[in-house]
């Protein structure tokens, strides 16, 4: 299961990972909070409500591409997470992950990512709570029943965007390799028509950086787990 905030953010971060969960057979589950109205690149919308249903076709064709499942796209208001009701938020993504049985959780890191966005970090502190209290009778009772994942990744960023102050370095866990999942994830990405000028100022960091992803273990059922590991499911 893959927690988001955005539209694209989906491939941008984590697309080699679910294209290659998806090689495996791996069922996935993409939880997107917005749909990506406050974007900077509007494309050719002539309104935030044009725009978010862009946005929404865009995922559900970059989810197809990525071999993705399940994928579902909230009603949150882009740019506003920090407003967001914490338990509520937090309680309906416990409902999915009761409801999905998920043995991995990714979402990003508490640094918002490369360009540590205030929306990022939000949709981590909600995932990282949720995957907590998933497995926990006494948090949202009425929700399905108990289920605790097994383990909880964070996407750690492996390069700088040009012109911004970049976060604070996180020690990974998991150099993955998507080498096979290359092209899958740029044609993923290209799914977001709307976003071609973002595409554009980031296709030198895709071609430089495009052959792993970093993962950081935030919890698992064995505190030797923490060691370095080459896939997100090694051991399960």
């Given at each position: ?185 740029s044609e993923a990405f290209r799914q977001h028509f709307s976003q071609a000028p973002l595409m554009e100022s980031t296709k030198e960091l895709f071609e430089k950086y ?27």
């Amino acid at each position: 299961m893959l927690v988001v905030a955005h539209p694209d953010d989906e491939c941008f971060g984590f697309g080699g990972a679910l294209a290659l969960a998806a090689d495996r057979g791996v069922e996935t589950y993409v939880i997107c909070l917005t749909d990506g109205q406050a974007a900077t690149n509007r494309g050719l919308a002539a309104s935030g409500q044009e725009l978010g249903a862009m946005r929404r076709a865009e995922f559900a064709a970059s989810c197809k591409v990525l071999g993705v499942t399940h994928h579902e796209l909230l009603d949150y208001q882009d740019g506003r997470l920090e407003f967001a009701n914490f338990p509520q938020t937090t309680g309906r993504i416990v409902e999915r992950i009761r409801r999905f049985k998920p043995d991995v959780v990714l979402t990003f890191g508490s640094d918002g990512g490369p360009n540590t966005h205030a929306d990022h970090i939000m949709v981590s502190m909600f995932t990282t709570a949720a995957f907590h209290w998933a497995g926990r009778p006494n948090r949202y009772p009425d929700l399905a029943q108990p289920f605790q994942p097994r383990r909880l990744f964070t996407v750690t960023s492996s390069f700088e965007i040009p012109g911004r102050q970049p976060p604070m370095p996180s020690p990974w866990t998991v150099a993955l390799d998507i080498a096979a999942a290359q092209d899958r994830k740029s044609e993923a990405f290209r799914q977001h028509f709307s976003q071609a000028p973002l595409m554009e100022s980031t296709k030198e960091l895709f071609e430089k950086y495009g052959r792993q992803e970093f993962y950081t273990l935030l919890a698992a059922e064995s505190s030797q787990a923490a060691s370095h590991m080459t896939d997100l499911f090694e051991g399960l």
